[in-house]
């Protein structure tokens, strides 16, 4: 059985204790290292090499945004799942286009936490519908709030219907019924989509397309 490596970044002892104790009853998955801020983690992530990390967004010293660029900067590929609470809608969104593969709230399920590794551990991103509904939802307040021109997209009207399909949590098979299409030419749009945007998921198209006002959901 192959165990899988994890680092947990958070500032809040508490936090980093109860994701131990529930890590510790699934034997695939094994925690080799903790820090309580992103100044801490960086070198200790080049120096193990996790398999995933889990990291929590406000920090002191140095937050999960600011961590997540950093280990961009440097190349790593690390899958990197983003700890938040239900205060933090805005930095989601900032997070998934940086590229986290999964959200978290710190109050999970067991069941919930290893689904996320999994998939992250597969290099997947795994997104709840309720988080997607809370990273769509911020975002329309924002822009309500404060309406901007819209943006030239280098999307398609096509490419853009199909994101908006994406978006609102529909897989290939059903959006490809729902345009007529097959459903290898909604992954072929979708390759497109991820180049133009320069993304690798997803979420994180969503998330990019959202952020510079290419659609509307």
């Known amino acids: 059985m192959t165990v899988y490596k994890i680092v947990i970044v958070d500032d809040h002892l508490v936090v980093r204790e109860g994701l131990k104790l529930i890590l510790e009853t699934n034997e695939q998955f094994q925690v080799i290292g903790e820090a309580e801020n992103g100044s801490q983690a960086l070198p200790m992530i080049k120096e ?16 999960g945004l600011e961590t997540m660029q950093e280990l961009k900067r440097q190349g790593s590929s ?3 799942i ?21 959200y978290l709230l710190k109050d999970t ?14 290099g997947e991103t795994l ?18 709030a404060a309406p901007a021109s819209k943006a030239v997209s280098p999307l398609s009207e096509k490419e853009t219907s199909i994101l908006q399909a994406v978006a609102r949590g529909y897989k290939s098979k059903v959006i490809a019924s729902d345009m007529g299409i097959s459903e290898r030419t909604v992954k072929a749009h979708l390759t497109a989509i991820y ?23």
């Not at 399920?109 to 597969?122: G, H, P, Q, T, Y």
Request: no cysteine; aromatic share 2%; charged share 25%.
């Open 195 to 217: 180049n133009k945007l320069g993304v690798e998921s997803r979420s994180q198209a969503v998330a990019v397309a959202l952020e510079q006002g290419l659609m509307e959901i």
């Open 78 to 80: 690390i899958p990197v």
């Open 82 to 102: 983003i700890l938040t609470t239900y205060n933090e809608d805005e930095l989601m969104i900032s997070g998934l286009a940086i590229g986290a593969k999964g």
């Open 127 to 144: 997104l709840s519908a309720d988080i997607m509904d809370r990273v769509i939802a911020a975002k329309s307040k924002e822009n309500t």
């Open 48 to 63: 193990l090499q996790p398999d995933v990390i889990l990291m929590d967004l406000n920090m002191p010293v140095m937050g």
């Open 109 to 122: 399920s067991r069941d919930n936490l290893f689904r996320n590794l999994e998939s992250a551990v597969r």
